[in-house]
Nanobody, 127 residues
Framework: QVHLVESGGGLVQAGGSLRLSCAASARYFANYAMGWFRQAPGKEREFVAAISWSGSYTYYSDSVKGRFTISREKTQNTVYLQMNSLKPEDTAVYYC????????????????????WGQGTQVTVSS
């Protein structure tokens, strides 16, 4: 069993920055991808960013492109989400997710692709 633990959420003013971290359990999958999703109150969970197992490929939703950066440290099974120029619209619970059997760019942004999810960390952006 794999479990994920997010950290780094909190309250920040508009225009500020936060860095989220997600640490996976010690169990290692040689070829897994990781992603970030978010869910605001009353809204469905939406894709934010994803990264391939090698770190060579990254993907972003249009709403965060140019502001957020996803990265990973495979040796520590950790993925990060650097969030800059935050807007009130970014307020949500952010979840990291792990894809044990990556199938490629066609599925990176779909909830059904991921096998494990963290409990989420709250990000609140005030105006």
């Amino acid at each position: 069993q794999v479990h994920l633990v997010e950290s780094g959420g909190g309250l920040v003013q508009a225009g500020g920055s936060l860095r989220l971290s997600c640490a996976a359990s010690a169990r290692y999958f040689a070829n897994y991808a990781m992603g970030w999703f978010r869910q605001a109150p009353g809204k469905e969970r939406e894709f934010v960013a994803a990264i391939s197992w090698s770190g060579s490929y990254t993907y972003y939703s249009d709403s965060v492109k140019g502001r957020f950066t996803i990265s990973r440290e495979k040796t520590q099974n950790t993925v990060y989400l650097q969030m800059n120029s935050l807007k009130p619209e970014d307020t949500a619970v952010y979840y990291c997710a792990l894809d044990t059997v990556p199938r490629g760019s066609r599925w990176y942004d779909t909830i059904e692709e991921y096998d494990y999810w963290g409990q989420g960390t709250q990000v609140t952006v005030s105006s």
